[in-house]
Each structure stands twice: as C-alpha cells, then as structure tokens.
C-alpha cells in the first residue's frame, strides 16, 4: 500500500510494498526459470499440468483401443491395462486438474484480482512449482523403471498395492507414493500463499464480499487442499514403509503363494479412510474454482450481475464443509456398517442443496441476459449441461442401494467423467480462451476455439453418456476385456468399439486446441487491455500482459464487487472495479461497442 514508508519495507510483505522497493528480476535465469513472479510460475505450472494431460489423454486412447477392439493390441495385455488405466487416472486429478486450477489459476488470477502485486511468499511460491515439476519426473520416471508404473489403481488400495502380483510392485508403487509425497510439499508451499495473500494481500476496498467468485473458489478449494492433502501424505508415508521397512500400518496377516509374510495386525481399510478424507473433497478442490471462474465466465459474458452473490459465497463455503464429512459414501461396499452408510448416505445427499443452488444462480444469471456466445461462454454453458447430468448419476450413487450394484461397474466411470473429469476439464478450456488475452495480449482464433468446444463437448456426451448403459448391464470397472458373460448383449461390445472411435476424435480435438494456444502467441489477433470490457481488477492493469510488480507506481483501489455490468441508469455497459464514484457517468446508455 502506497502509505507505508520504504525504510520499513524490508519487514513488509512483497504483496504490500511499492513497486520501487519490489526486488524486480535482472536475469532471464530469474525472469523466466527460476521465477519468483507468480505469473510466470502460473505459466510454468499451467504449461507442465498441459503436458502431462495429454500424456494421461494419450494413455486413455490405449485403453480405449483395448476396449473397443480386445485382442488387437497386443502389447495392451492385462498388466498393462491396470498399469494404464493407474496412470492415467492419477495424472488427471493429481497432475492435472488439481496442478491446473490452483497451481496455475490461482497464481495467476489471485493477486492480480485481488489488487496485489504478487503472492505473499514468493520464494516458497517459486519452490512449489519446482517441488511440482520434481514430482512429476518422477511419476514418468516409473514408465521407465524395472516393472513399470504401478498398476494398483488410482485408489492404491493396500494390501494388494504392494504385493506381488500387482503390476509395478517391484519399484512403480514406490516411485507412486515418493512422487506423491513431493507433490503435496510442493502443493502446501504454494497453497498457503494462495490463502495468506487472499487473507492479507488484497488492496485498499476490495473486502472479502467484493472478491470475485474465482477466487472465492480458489480460496476455498486451497483451505480444503490443506486439510485435505495432508491425509494422503500421512497415507503415503505408511504405506511406503509398509513396503520397504516391514512395518504393518495397513497389512493384515497374509498367506502369498503358500507361504506366511511378515505382516499381521494392520488395517487396509484404514487406508480406505485416510484415501478417500483426501478423495472426495479432492473432487470439490477441483470442482469449486471451476464454480467461481464459471460465475465470472457467466457473467462477463452474457453482461449480468450475477444472481445471489452472498448466496453464491456462501454455498461455496457449504460445500467446502460439507465435502469433508461424506467421504466413505466410496466405501459402500468395504462392508460397512449399514447405519454407517446411512449417515454418509444422507450428508452425501445434502450436498445436493448448495449444489443445486448455484446451478440455479447461474441460470437466473443467464435469464435475460446480454448473452453473447463466445468460446469461453460456451465452454461455461458445457459445464454446467455436464455438471448437472454428473451430478444426477451422483444422486443414484450416494445412495447405498443403488450404489452396491452398480459400484465397480462402467456406472461409476461414467458418473465421475462427467462430473470431475469432463465438467472441469470444459471449465480449464473456457478459463484458457478467456484469460488467453490478457497472459499474452493476444486472442485466440475464434473459429478454432469453436471447432474445438463443439467436438469436444459433443464427443464426451457421446463417450460417457452410453458409458452408463454399459455400466446398467453391468459391465465391470477395471477390466481389461469384457469377457463374454451370457448377460451382455451382442450390442455391448459394439458400443464399446464407438465410445473408442469417438474417443479417438475428441483427442485429436485437443490438438486444434495445443495448436490455437501456440499459434495464437505470435499470430492472434491484438487483444487491447480489456478485450471481453470486464469489470474485475485483472482486466485494469495499466500495461497487458501485466509486468513483474502488476500494478506500476500505485495499486488500484477498489469500490465496488465484481459484477457491474449493465447497472440502470448508468452511461457505461460495466463499471470497473477501480473506477471512483465520480467517473461512474449518469443517463441513457452508451451504445456499446461489440464484444469480440
Ligand atoms: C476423453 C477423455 C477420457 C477418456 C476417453 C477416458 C477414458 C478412461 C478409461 C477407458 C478408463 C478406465 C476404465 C476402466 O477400465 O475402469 C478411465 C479411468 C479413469 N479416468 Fe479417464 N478418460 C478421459 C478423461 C479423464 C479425465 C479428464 C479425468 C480427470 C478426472 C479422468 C480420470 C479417470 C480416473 C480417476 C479413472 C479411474 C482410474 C482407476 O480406476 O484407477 N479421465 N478413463
Ligand atoms: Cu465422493
């Protein structure tokens, strides 16, 4: 803040100094590899999470050749697939998702929409990018190693993780958990500045109930990555010295080819607990920044306050809380207690509520609105479409009846695609094509972009939705080869060999995608400031892409939320965050230019 004098700024936060006392980066080792600028550590995170996803989406095309046409590739025998289908499935919600939307989003879009400079702790920012980069060679690593990755699942569950005759157990598992641990060390060096400079960074007027709703989300999910994280570490660790050191966390007694092992005593089902505390709300870490950049992609987008702000915050908060107390709604079938099942049964269901209201809000949002269907608005709307049919499939889930039979099944594949796969995935794109501009003072090709969220959309809805009906005949999860029990119609396996033909396509739509992301960065057309008139901080820098230090001489102050738009009465179609009272022009509306 401008008022603190600079012989104390050595004792301030990088968040609150002047732009002058900010130790701006003289080197291109420091501007650009070893950055502590949290833009560029976006960059770094967004560009490395990019990667891997389409390592993990290269990996799904392997199963699903192996699905739709059994026997013809040989290499994918079952080891393999379970070696996959492991991979694949941790690098989407580790790797990726969570990478992308906190490591690289958060950076970002917090201190710039919160009117910072830059992340409180930018040093322990930089680590965390490092620690993240360290985790995933060593995740690719096992791809390499004796055995191979590990084939345990993502869920890793003990005591078969660790033992022989699951693949990779010689080395694969190890590296697992070791990269895991890394990541977490990582993720909690940059998750407490994501909270810290939401709590202390922001600038003068933006109060907690101004923010806009992306970091309302973003912050949220970070509190939960805390609390959350740390019970897969904990899990990770024990299970890592139940493997290498004999110890008995999670091993009961076994007999393994005739012969007793060392172990006695442990409880696998205890790992059940610790995986899946960090599992479920792991999906609402993922889910709740998507929420908040939706809101904002809505209302920017179809020129709308959005409806029920304060609601709004507060169902993002609900279902924060409410996500750490129905984790073993994933154990229906490790032969709990019935009663049990009913209490998580129930505050699964409860979660509907702050659900279904949001999606409400939004709708209200979009009822006679301005809407204008760019590429980011469209990616939000598919959101929202996929959410909801997600969410639908969850309501039969959470239920303990339903859920025994169909639990393992291809149900239970299609139900979480289409609710933290898919839906979350459509929010990434949106967010891209949306703040693309202001990362790079460029656009992306509109026809491209729209080539890209109708194949991609259309094509997922065409891979996951009859992925229910598999799951209804009661084609299992995990397996290798549908076999050919008499209950599976001839019909089966042909639906099978479309969802992989349509899976093919859909990938192949992600390389318009990487090639509109490079190409744009030197051929896009020129973006300006402000390209989509946005009300929030970000979009108000006084040069784009915005520098090291974000904001020149003087941080913005701040007057109003985050949702001006269209306001009666007011000349302007949107009022910036930052514009002071006075500049706010009274009377009939000016015509507005046309958004690009
Ligand atoms: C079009 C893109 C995708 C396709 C075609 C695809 C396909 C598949 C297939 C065929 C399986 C194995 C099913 C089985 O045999 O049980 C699978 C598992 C899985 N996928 Fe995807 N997937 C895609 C995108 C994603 C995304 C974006 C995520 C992010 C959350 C994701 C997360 C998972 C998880 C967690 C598993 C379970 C792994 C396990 O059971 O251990 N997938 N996917
Ligand atoms: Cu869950």
């Not at 060593?138 to 890793?156: K, N, R, Y």
């Not at 979009?366 to 049919?389: C, E, K, Q, S």
Request: hydrophobic residues 55%; neutral net charge; aromatic residues 14%.
């Amino acid at each position: 803040m401008a008022d603190i004098p600079l012989d104390r700024v050595a004792e301030t936060a990088t968040t609150e100094v002047e732009d002058l006392a900010l130790r701006h980066p003289h080197g291109w080792v420091t501007r650009y590899v070893f950055s502590q600028d949290a833009k560029t550590i976006a960059i770094q995170y967004t560009a490395t999470a990019l990667a891997v996803g389409f390592v993990a989406l290269f990996l799904s095309w392997l199963m699903r050749l192996q699905l739709g046409f059994p026997g013809t590739f040989a290499f994918i025998d079952a080891a393999a697939y379970y070696q996959i289908i492991t991979m694949h499935g941790m690098m989407m919600i580790v790797y990726v998702l969570t990478a992308v939307l906190l490591g690289g989003f958060g950076n970002y879009l917090i201190p710039l929409m919160v009117g910072a400079r830059d992340m409180v702790f930018p040093f322990a920012n930089m680590l965390s990018y490092w620690f993240y980069l360290l985790a995933v060679i060593i995740l690719l690593a096992s791809f390499f190693a004796p055995g191979g990755p590990t084939g345990a699942g993502w869920t890793l569950y003990p005591p078969q993780a660790i033992l022989s005759g699951t693949p990779g157990q010689e080395s694969g598992i190890i590296l697992m958990l070791v990269s895991l641990i890394v990541f977490i060390a990582g993720f909690t060096m940059g998750g407490l500045n994501y909270v810290v400079t939401v709590l202390q960074g922001r600038t003068r007027g933006m109060t907690l109930m101004r923010m806009p709703l992306t970091v309302w989300g973003i912050f949220t999910a970070s509190v939960m990555a805390l609390l959350a994280f740390p019970a897969l570490f904990v899990a990770c660790v024990m299970l890592l010295f139940d493997k290498l050191l004999g110890t008995s966390f999670f091993m009961p007694s076994l007999v393994e080819l005739g012969s007793r092992l060392e172990y006695g005593g442990g409880s696998p089902i205890l790992f059940q607990h610790l995986f899946w505390f960090f599992g479920h709300p792991e999906v609402y870490i993922v889910a709740l920044p998507a929420f908040g950049i939706v809101s904002d992609l809505i209302a920017t987008h179809a020129r709308r306050n959005i409806f029920g702000y304060r609601m709004m915050v507060w169902a993002i908060l609900a279902i924060g809380a409410l996500s750490f107390i129905v984790w073993a709604h994933h154990m229906y079938v490790s032969g709990m207690n019935p009663w049990f099942g009913f209490f998580f049964a129930t505050t699964t269901l409860i979660i509907a509520v702050p659900t279904a209201i949001k999606v409400y809000n939004w709708i209200l949002t979009l009822w006679r609105g301005d809407i204008h269907l760019t590429v980011p608005m469209l990616f939000a709307l598919g959101f929202i479409v996929t959410f909801v049919n997600g969410g639908l499939s969850g309501l039969f889930l959470g239920n303990v009846v339903v859920d025994v039979p169909l639990s393992d099944t291809m149900f239970v594949v299609a139900h979480f695609h289409m609710v933290m796969g898919i839906a979350p995935v459509l929010v990434i794109f949106g967010a891209i094509y949306h703040w693309y501009p202001k990362v790079t003072g460029r656009m992306m090709n509109d026809a491209l972009g729209k080539l890209h969220f109708w194949v991609t959309f259309v094509g997922t809805y065409a891979i996951f939705f009859p992925m229910h009906y598999l799951g209804l005949l009661g084609v299992p999860r995990r397996y290798h080869e549908m076999g050919e029990a008499s209950f599976f119609p001839p019909s089966a396996q042909m639906l099978n060999a479309y969802i992989t033909i349509v899976a093919l396509v859909v990938g192949a739509a992600q390389l318009v995608f990487l090639f509109n992301l490079l190409w744009s960065i030197r051929h896009g057309r020129e973006a300006g400031g402000n390209p989509w008139r946005a009300t929030s901080l970000e979009w108000q820098t006084p040069q784009t892409p915005p520098p090291h230090g974000n904001w020149g001489k003087e941080r913005p102050t701040v007057y109003r939320w985050a949702y001006d738009y269209n306001v009666p009465s007011v000349a302007q179609d949107f009022i910036p965050q930052n514009m002071p009272p006075e500049a706010v022009a009274l009377g009939p509306r000016l015509a507005a230019g046309g958004v690009p």
